[in-house]
């Protein structure tokens, strides 16, 4: 497929290229819904393949649930978390991402649950 695009007068004639729309930065997004009580939804952002480690912690450090531990593609993606046995509360998700490129990055965001 081509594409022909007019530039200052000028047109351009070449083959089109499909750009993945890769994020340009590693990043934990805020999870929705918050406040939560049954279910929420933890964003992050890959800017190459990296190991990520996404974990969910009391406010005293304590983890609560290790939702993934594993190697991921570029791009957007998010996990699910649905808390059982766990009290109402303030939680931090701590993630951890590991790639060739860069050492570890750590981000951490905070959470409310209620029952």
């Known amino acids: 497929m081509c594409v ?15 750009v993945p729309n890769i994020p340009r930065v590693h990043a934990l997004r805020q999870n929705f819904p918050n406040p939560f009580n049954d279910r929420t939804r933890i964003p992050f952002e890959l800017e190459e393949q990296a190991h990520v ?3 969910i912690l009391d406010l005293q450090g304590r983890m609560i649930a290790c939702l993934t531990d594993r190697m991921f593609a570029p791009g957007r993606h998010a996990i699910d978390w649905t808390p059982h046995n766990t009290a109402s509360g303030v939680y931090l998700c701590r993630i951890t991402i590991s790639s ?8 951490v965001g905070k959470m409310l649950f209620g029952k």
């Open 4 to 18: 022909r695009v007019t530039v200052n007068d000028e047109i351009v004639v070449g083959p089109l290229v499909l």
């Open 53 to 55: 480690r996404l974990e």
């Open 100 to 107: 060739q490129r860069s050492s570890a990055k750590v981000f």
